[in-house]
Nanobody, 127 residues
Framework: VQLQASGGGMVQPGGSLRLSCLAS????????MGWFRQAPGKEREFVAS????????NNGNSVKGRFTISRDKGKNTVYLQMNILNPEDTAVYYC?????????????????????WGQGTLVTVSS
C-alpha cells in the first residue's frame, strides 16, 4: 500500500484545514486507515482511525469534537477534517494503513497496527 498525504499548511488559531490521503495498492477492503501526528520534540500521537470497509471511526482524546476522519472508497482517499485548530495541533501529520485484524479494533491507537505510512504533511497553527 502506498499513501500520499496532502493538504497541510499554515492556519490561524480557530481555523480549519482538511488533510487528504490518497491510497494505492489496496488489494481488499480489510484495512484500517489512520492519522497520526508528531510535533517537534514529542512522540508520535494517534489522531484518528477509520475502518476502510466498516467505516468505524475512533478519535484521539486531544482532538475529539474538533477533528473528523472519513473515507471515500470511490476515490481511494481518507480525509481528516480539522476544525477549531490551536497551536498545540502544530505537527507533521502522517496517514497510515494496516490490515483490519481483530487486534486493530482494540489497538487502533497503536502505531504497530499500521504497516504502511505516508510521507507526512506539515500543519502549522500560528497567529
Amino acid at each position: 500500500v502506498q499513501l500520499q498525504a496532502s493538504g497541510g499548511g499554515m492556519v490561524q488559531p480557530g481555523g480549519s484545514l482538511r488533510l487528504s490521503c490518497l491510497a494505492s495498492g489496496l488489494t481488499s477492503s480489510a484495512y484500517i486507515m489512520g492519522w497520526f501526528r508528531q510535533a517537534p520534540g514529542k512522540e508520535r500521537e494517534f489522531v484518528a482511525s477509520v475502518g476502510w470497509r466498516d467505516g468505524k471511526t475512533n478519535n484521539g482524546n486531544s482532538v475529539k469534537g474538533r477533528f473528523t476522519i472519513s473515507r471515500d472508497k470511490g476515490k481511494n482517499t481518507v480525509y481528516l477534517q480539522m476544525n477549531i485548530l490551536n497551536p498545540e495541533d502544530t505537527a507533521v501529520y502522517y496517514c497510515a494503513a494496516g490490515k483490519r485484524t481483530i487486534d486493530s479494533y482494540a489497538y487502533y491507537y497503536n502505531s504497530d497496527v499500521y504497516d504502511s505510512w505516508g510521507q507526512g504533511t506539515l500543519v502549522t497553527v500560528s497567529s
